[in-house]
């Protein structure tokens, strides 16, 4: 079992970043591979970055590509998101995820979830 509590959302101005935290609970933290995706206001639920077990390899949406950056310290059990020159389309509720080894872009193939965290982006 595994718990993840995000943190690191609220609102900023067009361009601006923010880092969203993911901490995990557990001492296997290491041997799960972990997404982070997000979900706007009638929107599915998509796929925004993911790294491997080892943090070696890392994928992202191409959305977001050269903009937000994944890693890990699987020290700390902690999974972070830096996001950079943010736009107002990246408004949504950002979730990170949990998966035994393998990643995955496809949120259905996570077991583990965060509850969420609010990033806003204002024009």
């Known amino acids: 079992q595994v718990q993840l509590v995000e943190s690191g959302g609220g609102l900023v101005q067009a361009g601006g970043s923010l880092r969203l935290s993911c901490a995990a609970s557990?001492?296997?933290?290491?041997?799960?591979?972990m997404g982070w995706f997000r979900q706007a206001p009638g929107k599915e639920r998509e796929f925004v970055a993911a790294?491997?077990?080892?943090?070696?390899?890392?994928y992202y949406a191409d959305s977001v590509k050269g903009r937000f950056t994944i890693s890990r310290d699987n020290a700390k059990n902690t999974v972070y998101l830096q996001m950079d020159s943010l736009k107002p389309e990246d408004t949504a509720v950002y979730y990170c995820?949990?998966?035994?080894?393998?990643?995955?872009?496809?949120?259905?193939?996570?077991?583990?979830w965060g509850q969420g965290t609010q990033v806003t982006v204002s024009s």
């Open positions: 995820a949990a998966r035994p080894l393998a990643f995955s872009k496809r949120w259905v193939e996570y077991d583990y």
């Open positions: 790294i491997r077990t080892s943090g070696g390899s890392t």
């Open positions: 557990g001492r296997t933290f290491s041997s799960y591979a």
